[in-house]
Structures are given as structure tokens and as C-alpha cells.
């Protein structure tokens, strides 16, 4: 089961700050986070398991509530670099450890 | 450079036909990962082989299949193509059977059934 990005657009501007969110119906075993550009491979930017604390990539971190099945990213002092297509992809509790990917937020930053 | 090859990058192809798209992973990856990735569906999983072995299926269809060869590398065979067919079809390989450092993607496989 897919899980649920919101929202599915944002636009901002460049140096403000933005949060995308991630939800599961399953138990969660980890929380995997990708930005795409238009024509580009999806690109890896971190992975949160459960358990684990929040991570961060310069000024891109996220966080993982266990008990309520969700993922936050986000995006302080937006640069234009960060448009794109942002994925979670979650990975269940369960025997299959399939990856399966949300719906995809697109972020454009403007200058 | 993502370390993860696929070819072609292009194809066009009519209706009905066969097409084989392959994939090798980035060195010391032992998992490959298949994905279609179209318009109004997202990032659709397919299916993974782990050494050699296919180790989860997703939403593939019977028409498609796959393997993963000694070398480790990958195929993925579309066959009676349809015009819905037509996609984005992406490649990523992990370390391991769970992908606990991420998948690193391929740049991909532009089919388009005409």
C-alpha cells in the first residue's frame, strides 16, 4: 500500500522554508527520502529507520514518528537547487521489505 | 555518474513487440531493483533479484519478466507491448537484500509504444 505525500505542489521562494509529509498505514520499518529533477534519476538523500534519530544533509533533515506512521522533510532557507520532485518511500514491518514510493510532492523554488 | 548503467536509454517500438531493457548496478551492489515510472503512477515498483535470485515481486505485469545474471547484471523483458507500456522504466541496486543505504538509481529507459 502506497503511502500518502502532502502536499502534492508547493511553491516557494528562495530562502524560505517548506515541509513535506509522509504517511503510512503500516508499521514502518524505515523511511527512505528522494528529490527528482524533470528528465533525471531520482536521487537518494537519506533514510530514517525505525528507531533511529533524525537526519539531516545540510540544511535538508527529516524526522520519523513511529507511533503515528510518519515522515517529515524538510527544506530550510529553500535554494533554487531544490526544485524538484520529492519521494518517501516506505518500507513496511513486514516479511517482503518491498520499498514503495508516494505519490511525489513537486517543489518549485522561485527567485 | 550514478555507478548504475542502463541501456538504452531510448526506445520506440510498435505495438505488440518484444523489447529487453538492461541494467548493471553499481559495483559491489548485489540488489536490482525495477521500477516503471509513468505519468499519473509514480514510482511503481516491479521486481528485485538479490544474487540471482529474485527475492520480491511487486504490480508486474505477466507480459514482463526479469533476471539477473551471474555478473549481476539485469534484464528486464517487456513483451506484446501496449501503448500503456510506454513509460519510464528505472533500474536502482542496493548493497544488501533490504536497502538500508538507499537505492542508487539508473538515469533510466524512455520506452515509447507506438
Known amino acids: 500500500q502506497q503511502p500518502v505525500q502532502s502536499p502534492q505542489a508547493v511553491i516557494l521562494r528562495e530562502g524560505e522554508d517548506a515541509v513535506i509529509n509522509c504517511s503510512s498505514s503500516k508499521a514502518l520499518y524505515s523511511v527512505h527520502w528522494y528529490r527528482q529533477k524533470h528528465g533525471e534519476a531520482p536521487v537518494f538523500l537519506m533514510i530514517?529507520?525505525?528507531?533511529?534519530e533524525q537526519k539531516g544533509h545540510d540544511k535538508i533533515s527529516a524526522s520519523f514518528n513511529e507511533k503515528k506512521q510518519q515522515s517529515s522533510l524538510y527544506l530550510t532557507a529553500s535554494q533554487l537547487s531544490y526544485s524538484g520532485t520529492y519521494f518517501c518511500?516506505?518500507?513496511?514491518?513486514?516479511?517482503?521489505?518491498?520499498?514503495?514510493f508516494g505519490s511525489g510532492t513537486q517543489l518549485t523554488v522561485l527567485p | 555518474d550514478s555507478g548504475v548503467t542502463q541501456t538504452p536509454k531510448h526506445l520506440i517500438t510498435a505495438t505488440g513487440q518484444r523489447v529487453t531493457l538492461r541494467c548493471s548496478p553499481r559495483s559491489g551492489d548485489l540488489s536490482v531493483y525495477w521500477y516503471q515510472q509513468s505519468l499519473d503512477q509514480g514510482l511503481q515498483f516491479l521486481i528485485q533479484?538479490?544474487?540471482?535470485?529474485?527475492?520480491a515481486k511487486g504490480n508486474i505485469l505477466e507480459r514482463f519478466s526479469a533476471q539477473q545474471f551471474p555478473d549481476l547484471h539485469s534484464e528486464l523483458n517487456l513483451s506484446s507491448l501496449e501503448l500503456g507500456d510506454s513509460a519510464l522504466y528505472f533500474c536502482a541496486s542496493s548493497v544488501g537484500a533490504v536497502p538500508n543505504y538507499g537505492y542508487t538509481f539508473g538515469s533510466g529507459t524512455r520506452l515509447t509504444v507506438v
Open positions: 518511500g516506505a518500507i513496511s514491518s513486514g516479511s517482503a521489505r518491498q520499498l514503495t
Open positions: 530514517l529507520l525505525k528507531g533511529g
Open positions: 533479484y538479490y544474487n540471482g535470485e529474485e527475492r
